[in-house]
């Protein structure tokens, strides 16, 4: 896994659902760069949106 993975991993830990729309920009802008790859993208795409509300799904 590369820092920038762990790092932005850090900042979806520690994030708001205000904060984690910010980091979800921040994800897609480091995987355009090359800096992760498709799955390391995936997983944190999965952790910002639960941060949003998105995994509330399975409650129901």
């Known amino acids: 896994m590369s820092q920038t993975f ?3 991993k850090e900042k979806i830990s520690n994030a708001d659902a205000g ?5 979800i920009t921040q994800v897609k802008q480091a995987y355009d760069d090359g800096k992760i790859d498709e799955n390391e993208k995936n997983e944190l795409m999965d952790m ?9 799904g399975g409650l129901f």
Do not use: P, V
């Open 48 to 56: 910002a949106k639960s941060k949003l509300g998105g995994g509330l």
């Open 19 to 23: 904060e984690a729309k910010e980091i």
């Open 6 to 8: 762990d790092a932005l």
